[in-house]
């Protein structure tokens, strides 16, 4: 989802389209599908998935020197909702972009599955062509709506839902609602968690989303922030009460889980804690 490294791509692609030198990215793949335009571009060891008419957003960005670098800091973050769950072994993850976290868990955490539902049969091609994701092991790709998906699942079929979806602008209108959020619910177990990848550049619609989350999880999720991006996660747990574990208390349900997934060091993520998570409501 969307990085602060956007802005970066954004002005070396600029700078090709007027013309000056090509010392910024080159474009390796430009398209539409019904639902995005998408390029991909290429700049020295980075290679980016952008959505957006003009390159605007930035989806994936792996080193072609080592495609498992932790480029993107957000995915470390959304490992937190592993941690902190009670089930965690069955994993449904809506927007697979280059699919960079899918390769995670079949990396490093081979005992969990994954399910991914992408909407766009593009997203997938060129996750599979220019950033080497397919799916196997423990990873299974569906192309559908993530509403729809949802609305056709049995209760409690997932132990955990993670939300990655983005649409070059913000998350997907249909998977930010109250119908959503419900559907949700209904897919998740007791103590079942949601994971949300939001970011706040666009701040009253992030504050939008965690009050509408917290309306239906009945509490104010537990948010994690990056610290050199944007992007924000949230976690909301099928559950009554409020749940507020402190940094100490995250450390060491990190030390009961593992303390890190490929680049990624737990005990750095969960030092990473929104102090006070209800200055958005």
Same mark, same amino acid.
């Given at each position: 989802?969307?990085?602060?490294?956007?802005?970066?791509?954004?002005?070396?692609?600029?700078?090709?389209?007027?013309?000056?030198?090509?010392?910024?990215?080159?474009?390796?793949?430009?398209?539409?599908?019904?639902?995005?335009?998408?390029?991909?571009?290429?700049?020295?060891?980075?290679?980016?998935?952008?959505?957006?008419?003009?390159?605007?957003? !930035?989806?994936? !960005?792996?080193?072609?020197?080592?495609?498992?670098?932790?480029?993107?800091?957000?995915?470390?973050?959304?490992?937190?909702? @592993?941690?902190?769950?009670?089930?965690?072994?069955?994993?449904?993850?809506?927007?697979?972009?280059?699919?960079?976290? /899918?390769?995670?868990?079949?990396?490093?955490? /081979?005992?969990?599955?994954?399910?991914?539902?992408?909407?766009?049969?593009?997203?997938?091609?060129?996750?599979?062509?220019?950033?080497?994701?397919?799916?196997?092991?423990?990873?299974?790709?569906?192309?559908?709506?993530?509403?729809?998906?949802?609305? !056709?699942?049995?209760?409690?079929?997932?132990?955990?839902?993670?939300?990655?979806?983005?649409?070059?602008?913000?998350?997907? /209108?249909?998977?930010?609602?109250?119908?959503?959020?419900?559907?949700?619910?209904?897919? @998740?177990?007791?103590?079942?968690?949601?994971?949300?990848?939001?970011?706040?550049?666009?701040?009253?619609?992030?504050?939008?989303?965690?009050?509408?989350?917290?309306?239906?999880?009945?509490?104010?999720?537990?948010?994690?922030?990056?610290?050199?991006?944007?992007?924000?996660?949230?976690?909301?747990?099928?559950?009554?009460?409020?749940?507020?574990?402190?940094?100490?208390?995250?450390?060491?349900?990190?030390?009961?889980?593992?303390?890190?997934?490929?680049?990624?060091?737990?005990?750095?993520?969960?030092?990473?804690?929104?102090?006070?998570?209800?200055?958005?409501?």
């Amino acid at each position: 989802m969307k990085s602060k490294t956007a802005g970066v791509i954004r002005g070396l692609l600029n700078s090709i389209r007027a013309g000056f030198p090509r010392a910024g990215p080159e474009i390796i793949f430009e398209g539409d599908s019904e639902h995005n335009h998408i390029t991909v571009l290429e700049h020295g060891d980075v290679r980016t998935m952008c959505f957006g008419p003009l390159a605007e957003e !930035s989806e994936t !960005s792996i080193s072609l020197s080592n495609p498992l670098a932790p480029i993107f800091e957000y995915p470390g973050l959304m490992f937190m909702a @592993l941690v902190t769950g009670g089930r965690n072994r069955e994993i449904l993850m809506l927007g697979l972009g280059g699919g960079f976290i /899918p390769r995670l868990f079949q990396e490093f955490l /081979p005992e969990h599955n994954l399910t991914v539902v992408e909407i766009d049969p593009l997203v997938g091609e060129i996750a599979s062509t220019y950033f080497y994701f397919q799916p196997g092991k423990n990873v299974e790709l569906i192309y559908a709506d993530g509403e729809e998906y949802l609305a !056709s699942l049995t209760p409690g079929r997932f132990d955990q839902i993670w939300l990655d979806a983005f649409n070059g602008n913000y998350i997907p /209108p249909n998977l930010a609602t109250d119908d959503f959020l419900q559907l949700c619910r209904n897919a @998740l177990p007791a103590n079942g968690v949601l994971a949300q990848n939001l970011h706040q550049t666009r701040l009253a619609s992030f504050r939008q989303q965690i009050r509408r989350t917290a309306r239906f999880f009945g509490a104010v999720p537990l948010i994690f922030n990056g610290t050199r991006c944007a992007n924000s996660v949230s976690l909301s747990y099928n559950i009554p009460e409020t749940y507020n574990p402190t940094v100490k208390e995250l450390v060491n349900l990190v030390k009961n889980f593992q303390t890190s997934v490929g680049p990624y060091n737990l005990l750095e993520e969960a030092k990473k804690k929104e102090k006070n998570p209800g200055f958005y409501l």
